[in-house]
């Protein structure tokens, strides 16, 4: 005991005397094979290793080692000994394994050299495993030439250094693939290692000098070479000491750590906490070695001497003695505890606080005492500190720890009490309802929850109602009562409203609405159970069903579940009264797969009437009961398929199956009471066609604002001519009529068709020059006749002998330079040719102008200019004189080039010519240049045209019969050539579109499937573009002049035959909107995802690119539908949630009509009056999404269910997307 404590009383120095030797009793061995020895003396040191060293030899599976504990009992000069050797043979596999307990004592003088045994060598130990050394100082010296170590030569085994100082001289003078360490020369050896032990140092030190004499060999400061799968821990330590190596390798922690010669695994971990290391000392923190990933070396840390104490170190190295320094450096009071601390520390706490007391001296007891605060007694009494100690009042603790005989400086903590005033009470129920004698609890929270002083008061406004006992409210009678709650501290309330109702009313019997149903499997129906009386207080009823394998039943809801009968029974929970109902299941029914209505479209006017015909899929569906509903019922009702118009407007008619769900729609136009027709002429009243080519007539209904404009086409006879839609197909030589009818009143108009026999072969070709002669620059012009004059296909093509003579371009012959070229002209139909020869002479050197070519063209004038035929090219000269007058016109906005009156045959080119003039007359007036052909109109922007250039535009239909490399799937029907000149120069490209419109060729069966290709001059294949119906002619918009297939669609997949949406699909497939899963899938009705629905929406708005590449966190970009995406993105018509898109999730049809209306609005549409949603979940409609599912249910573009429920969590099929697409797609005109 220290002097501070002789003022403790007489009873707390014996019962710390007490303590203590029970501590030393408590920490002997306990296990019977170890051996406690005790030593003293130098002779002491030597008996042990003498002991230890004569017991017989191990192998590298069991070694020979001693079992001991060892305790150092005074400070051991090993100076006089001359033959010490060290403890173990490690040749021998002999060593020593359990505790080496310095007791804080000294061991010095220690002189080994390089005598027996061979092998490894320590100050101390030569081989030990599984092993603790500590509170020990050494110093000395060792000389040998293998592994060698200022404690331990080599640990085969565990190994902990902990208190302990090395002060070594240590030399390594011998051979290669050895190592010195400070403390321990080697972890493991060779093929006699073992992995999976732990090396720890802490609070340990090195000094001295460790030298190796030999290149190669590891010097390192604490350890020289770990050689197998340990863990290593080195806490709290240091090195200081001169490492030399000659050439060598040098570490100041350690040396080497994978010194592997027999592919043993390498350091399990390593783990450096707050190590230091001398500054200047020779290496670096690792000598060399493969190190663990996780390894820190930022816990090591250089010093310089003299400046490490606990301040670096920490609490274990304390200067308690003032004698803790070992050749000028500190090291570890090993002996003299370290003062506790408290946890929390001293000051204000609340009231119940725990705190914890302990001391950084291992193994060390701590002893406390307690009294109130502002006392200081004259004698304490300690006592063993084995729990936390709480604090309610102010307090002061005092503590100190004890470990070997020694007591640490004694800790005081005063802790004051922080009182925390009450800020309110909050109930958990506010309002409850009970029964006389029946009991509630309510619970009050007070605040803060760390509030001094918690305690309420509970009280009743009226005990004859309810009553309350520590929140337990009791109803006594029939009324109403506030419960209050208040805080003791602030006087904070809260109230909760009881009302006691009278006492139940019992039940008297339970009644169904049915006593029999019918039922096929998986069917449900739905049994109502009234309880008697009407105002019983408990109507709860329990359902049962006697065969489950018939039917079940929940809440009431029987669901079949095979043939048979069943009883599903119902019983009061009040009473037990009961009913039954006979449940007959009948063998399961024949699916429904869809259904379709025989019209998609009708136009009616108020009071009229239409009908509705409804087929459901396979015909031998077992339940083909439908329900018939309407958009809005203000404009059409209908009753079992019959429409009937009520006011003007649209509605659309919807058939949904009862089994299934299966739907198909018609939208009805009520136009305001009907204008009659009074009469219908067509533009023609005979033409002239062979077979297989068409012509189109155009009915006029009158009056021009007649409410039904329908007409019926017919012909006299369908082997000469057919129609549709006005579109006339000849079929076979011979005259036919055709007729159009007015639906409205039934007025005629006909038209006489002649089919002329089939193609006339070409049977020769002449020209009407054989011979001329021109100058270079010249040129000349030469008449190809085919012959017979009626030849179905006169198309020639031009050839020359010598284009450095004479060149050909559609008969017009140009002179090059001198010399005798022959001009070929060849037929198409049967290659006959005729040939002139082309004599040209050099150019004049003076005088006169160009030489008049010899040949001649034919002519005619027309109402803008003169028609040329040249060859197969009727080429219309504009004459701008005749078109000025009309481009002044400010009543007309174009300029119209008719080329009706142009005659040009089959397969034959048109061409319209526009001096440089008229360009510049059309550029100045702003007006669009519009050619028009029998069906065919091109409107050029003045945008295309080039200012003081002569442009031509030509237009040749060819037989689709030549088409090559058409896409599967796709019938044509007619191509047509295009073709521009600026000049002599071709022009392919334009800045502005130019847009185009055919005729519908003969024998389209559908006009939706109907579309556009173009031939991609680079490929070779026809590419789709587009096109749309618009008055019964097909529409698009070009840059870019080719050949054009007019073409459809016959694309269908075996799993749509019969479905309800496959007319729209197959359309939307023919638009190149959407694809099947593969080629002859289309899985209709599989969930269509958000990445996949925000894609056609993309592709059908034909979005821009997107520039951003980062929009949403969950699409990387390499995804199929990326881009799209991004374009819909970019567009306003997607957004995504906490960053990411979500795009393989199932759309929701809310979510569906969200992106719908924002495309809707992005395109420009626009929305009338919206319609109230009357959808009876309408509330299950997210706020977010209402505004956008009532827009497009306004548009009719998604509708509800026959149950009056719209389903906005529900997931929309492949189906009713593509059908909801094209509903959009028809609103737009796209």
């Known amino acids: 005991m220290k002097s501070k404590f002789k003022a403790f009383t007489r009873k707390f120095s014996l019962f710390l005397v007490l303590a203590m030797v029970i501590s030393l009793i408590s920490v002997a061995p306990a296990q019977a094979a170890q051996t406690t020895v005790h030593i003293s003396t130098a002779q002491d040191l030597v008996d042990l290793a003498n002991t230890i060293n004569s017991r017989p030899a191990g192998d590298n599976l069991n070694m020979s080692m001693g079992d001991y504990y060892v305790e150092v009992d005074a400070d051991i000069d090993m100076s006089g000994v001359s033959n010490w050797q060290g403890i173990g043979k490690p040749q021998n596999f002999i060593g020593m394994t359990g505790t080496f307990d310095g007791n804080g004592h000294t061991i ?90 732990t090396m720890t140092i802490i609070n340990s030190a090195a000094l001295g000098t460790f030298t190796s004499n030999t290149s190669g060999n590891p010097v390192g400061g604490l350890i020289g070479h770990i050689y197998t799968g340990f863990n290593v821990n080195i806490i709290n330590s240091y090195v200081a000491a001169s490492l030399v190596n000659a050439g060598g390798i040098t570490g100041a922690l350690v040396a080497n750590i994978n010194y592997n010669t027999f592919s043993i695994p390498t350091l399990s971990t390593l783990n450096i906490t707050n190590t230091w290391y001398l500054s200047g000392m020779s290496g670096s923190i690792i000598g060399e070695g493969t190190l663990p990933p996780d390894i820190d070396l930022g816990n090591c840390f250089s010093f310089t001497a003299g400046t490490l104490d606990a301040s670096n170190l920490g609490p274990a190295w304390e200067n308690k003695s003032g004698v803790n320094v070992f050749n000028g450096y500190s090291y570890p009071d090993i002996l003299h505890p370290v003062m506790p601390t408290a946890n929390p520390a001293a000051g204000a706490v609340a009231p119940g606080t725990t705190v914890t007391l302990s001391t950084a001296t291992v193994g060390a007891s701590v002893y406390y005492a307690v009294y109130p605060a502002g006392i200081d007694p004259a004698t304490v009494t300690f006592g063993l500190y084995n729990h936390p100690i709480v604090i309610n009042s102010d307090t002061t603790i005092k503590a100190y720890a004890s470990a070997n005989g020694e007591d640490s400086d004694v800790m005081t903590a005063d802790y004051t009490i922080r009182l925390q005033p009450v800020t309110g009470v909050e109930l958990d129920q506010h309002a409850i309802t009970l029964t006389p004698g029946a009991t509630g609890t309510l619970a009050a929270t007070v605040a803060p929850a760390d509030a001094t002083n918690k305690n309420v008061i509970w009280t009743t406004s009226d005990s004859t109602v309810a009553t309350v006992t520590y ?145 459901v899929a396979p015909t031998d569906a077992t339940n083909k009961n439908v329900i018939w509903t309407t958009s809005d019922s203000t404009v059409a009702t209908v009753t079992y398929g019959v429409v009937t118009a009520v006011g003007a407007g649209k509605a659309t008619i919807t058939v949904r199956t009862a089994d299934g769900n299966f739907t198909d729609t018609c939208e009805v136009t009520v136009n305001p009471a009907a204008l009659a027709v009074t009469g219908v002429g067509l533009d023609q009243h005979a033409i002239t066609l062979t077979p297989g080519a068409i012509g189109a007539l155009t009915a006029t209904v009158a009056p021009a604002d007649a409410t039904n404009k329908n007409v019926i086409w017919t012909t006299s006879d369908s082997t000469v001519a057919t129609v549709t839609y006005g579109v006339v197909t000849a079929v076979g030589a011979g005259k036919a009529t055709i007729t159009v009818r007015t639906a409205d009143g039934s007025f005629k108009d006909s038209c006489e068709v002649t089919v002329s026999p089939a193609a006339v072969a070409v049977t020769g070709v002449g020209l009407d020059q054989h011979a001329i002669t021109l100058t270079a620059g010249a040129s000349g012009t030469l008449t190809a006749t085919v012959a017979p004059v009626d030849a179905t296909n006169k198309n020639v093509i031009w050839t020359t002998s010598d284009s450095t003579v004479a060149t050909v371009a559609k008969g017009v012959v140009t002179a090059v330079g001198a010399g005798t070229a022959t001009i070929t002209v060849t037929t198409e139909d049967g290659s006959f040719k005729d040939t002139c020869q082309v004599t040209v002479n050099a150019a004049a050197t003076s005088g006169g102008g160009p030489q008049a070519p010899t040949t001649t063209q034919q002519t005619s004038t027309t109402d803008l200019g003169q028609v040329i035929q040249s060859g197969s090219t009727a080429t219309l000269q504009v004459d701008a004189k005749k078109v000025a007058d009309q481009l002044k016109d400010a009543a007309q906005s174009e300029l119209v080039i008719n080329l009706s009156q142009v005659t040009a045959g089959s397969g034959q080119s048109k061409a319209v010519q526009l001096p440089a003039e008229v360009i510049n007359l059309v550029i100045a007036a702003n007006k669009p240049i519009v050619i028009q052909d029998s069906g065919l109109k091109i409107v050029i922007p003045t945008e295309v045209l080039i200012q003081g250039q002569n442009m031509t535009f030509s237009t040749t239909q060819v037989s689709s019969q030549t088409v090559a490399s058409a896409p599967e799937h796709v019938e044509s029907k007619a191509v047509y050539s295009f073709d521009a000149w600026a000049g002599e120069t071709a022009v392919h490209n334009f800045t502005k579109s130019i847009s185009i419109t055919l005729p519908i060729p003969a024998g389209v069966t559908e006009l939706g499937k109907l579309g556009v290709y173009y031939l991609n001059e680079t490929t070779g294949q026809w590419d789709y573009m587009g096109g749309r119906i618009v008055d019964g002619k097909l529409v698009f918009n070009t840059n870019h002049f080719s050949k054009y297939m007019v073409a459809e669609s016959q694309k269908t997949f075996g799993d749509i035959v019969s479905h309800w949406a496959k007319a729209d699909i197959e359309v939307m497939v023919a638009r190149h909107v959407i694809n099947g899963t593969d080629a002859d899938t289309f899985a209709p009705q599989n969930n269509i995802t958000r990445a996949e629905f925000a894609a056609l929406l993309s592709r059908v708005l034909k979005l821009s690119d997107a520039a951003d590449e980062g929009t949403f966190k969950d699409i990387t970009g390499g995804e199929w539908y990326a881009n799209d ?84 969590l529900g997931h929309a099929t492949r189906a009713e997307g593509t059908v909801m697409l094209k509903t959009f797609m028809d609103k737009l005109g796209l």
């Open 108 to 197: 010095s003088g220690i002189s080994l050299t390089n005598a027996q045994p061979v092998g490894p060598k320590g100050g101390l130990f030569n081989l030990v495993a599984d092993i603790t050394i500590k509170d020990l100082k050494v110093s000395g010296s060792v000389n040998s030439n293998r592994f060698i170590g200022g404690i331990v030569g080599r640990a085969l085994g565990s190994l902990t250094i902990q208190n302990c100082i090395a002060d070594m001289s240590l030399t390594l003078s011998g051979g290669a693939s050895n190592s010195v360490g400070g403390l321990v020369g080697q972890m493991g050896a060779g093929q006699w290692y073992t992995t999976g032990h």
């Open 471 to 615: 929140g337990v409210v009791t109803a006594v009678g029939a009324g109403t009562a506030n419960i209050t709650v208040r805080t003791a501290d602030g006087s904070f309330t809260d109230t909760c409203e009881v009302t006691v109702n009278p006492a139940a009313v019992a039940a008297t019997g339970v009644e169904l609405d049915q006593h029999a149903i019918t039922l096929t499997p998986g069917a449900t129906g739905t049994l109502t159970a009234t309880v008697a009386p009407t105002d019983a207080t408990n109507k709860n009823v329990i359902w049962t069903t006697s065969d489950s394998t018939v039917a079940t039943v929940t809440y009431g809801v029987v669901t079949a579940v095979g043939a048979g009968k069943a009883t599903i029974t119902v019983r009061t929970a009040d009473g037990n009264f009961t009913d039954t109902c006979e449940v007959t299941v009948n063998p399961a029914a024949l699916a429904v797969t869809g259904v379709g209505l025989d019209q998609h479209a009708i136009t009616l006017t108020p009071g009229a009437t239409g009908t509705l015909a409804a087929t």
């Open 1125 to 1208: 995406v991004r374009k819909a993105a970019k567009a306003g018509i997607i957004q995504g949630s906490d960053g990411n898109f979500h795009p393989g999730d199932s759309i929701t049809r809310q979510e569906m009509a969200v992106m719908i209306n924002r495309a809707y609005s992005y395109a420009g549409g626009k929305i009338g009056t919206l319609t109230d949603l009357a959808f009876i979940d309408k509330g299950s409609i997210s706020a977010w999404a209402n505004d956008a599912v009532q827009s497009v249910y306004t548009l009719g573009i998604i509708n509800g269910y026959p149950d009056g429920s719209f389903g906005a």
